[in-house]
């Protein structure tokens, strides 16, 4: 008897993989527009990346999800 997870079905017919190279997805990243907490206060790390990045905008008054594409912008190079 073989063990459990080990069978025929194990063995892949080379023939039919068409493509060599993984495909990635990555479902890690979302609009922070869609975030369910994209309308809450800027967090204390946010505001901290922001002030080192030398943000100069109003953070008492942003939401997290303004924050993060403005972190993402200045990362990215792009800037205010």
Partial sequence: MAP?????????D???DQSSEPVEIDNTVK?????KTADDP??????????T???????????K?????AID???SGGGS
């Fill in 4 to 12: 459990l997870g080990r069978g025929n079905n194990d063995q892949k």
């Fill in 14 to 16: 080379q023939g039919d």
């Fill in 31 to 35: 609009d922070p527009d869609k975030w």
């Fill in 42 to 51: 800027i967090t204390g790390a946010q505001r901290s990346t922001l002030e």
């Fill in 53 to 63: 990045m030398g943000f100069e905008g109003d953070l008492d008054n942003m939401t």
């Fill in 65 to 69: 999800a303004e924050a993060s594409k």
């Fill in 73 to 75: 912008e200045a990362r």
